[in-house]
């Protein structure tokens, strides 16, 4: 895949777990587990605005993209 999520980094950066990133977010962490490690289909923008807001940065520090091709 192209997209790649980087919600594990930013989550070291800020040294959050799993389980309080999904409480504060209001989300399942299987949920949040399925995003952080990039086998979600879709994200919800009220979901990336809230993992922002509590990880205090942008959608492009959880969200990155790259060609398959490089």
Known sequence: MSII???DIMMARRKISLG???EK???TP???SILKTGKAK???F???EAICKVL?????DILEFKD???
């Open 5 to 7: 999520v980087n919600l």
């Open 20 to 22: 309080e990133l999904a």
């Open 25 to 27: 977010v209001d989300i």
């Open 30 to 32: 299987a949920n949040l």
């Open 42 to 44: 879709a994200v919800r």
């Open 46 to 48: 009220s979901t990336l």
């Open 56 to 60: 205090d940065c942008q959608p492009g």
């Open 68 to 70: 398959e091709e490089e």
